[in-house]
């Protein structure tokens, strides 16, 4: 798929202290299903980072190139597959979303402000 077709995403959410080796244990083996359905949802280049900020909390953002063609449709897939259902269901007690979230968000949604191919 040509370039310009790529979006890209970058969202937030908390992580709490007592999670986080749990968190990382959980993304060093992720379910090999889970990251088919992540290539079948047309997401690419995919990565999390962890951060502590100044406020002593955590935090996790997200990046993700979205190439496919109906982010919506393809996001709807993703949360209706059982296997990926199961996935957050022990992500999520890790995470705390934040309190300025948009309705019916878990992570955060960012704007992008600079981006240079």
Known sequence: MAEQNVKRYGSIVGLKADKIQEYKILHAKVW?????????????????????????????????????????????????????????????????PLDNRQEGEWWSEMEEVFHQD
């Open 32 to 96: 090999p299903n889970i990251l088919s359905m992540i290539k079948r949802c047309h997401i690419r280049n995919y990565s999390i980072y962890l951060h502590r900020l100044p406020d002593g909390n955590y935090y996790l953002f997200s990046y993700l190139e979205y190439d496919g063609d109906n982010f919506v449709s393809d996001m709807a897939v993703m949360a209706a597959d059982p296997e990926t259902q199961r996935w957050w269901d022990v992500c999520k007690p890790c995470q705390e």
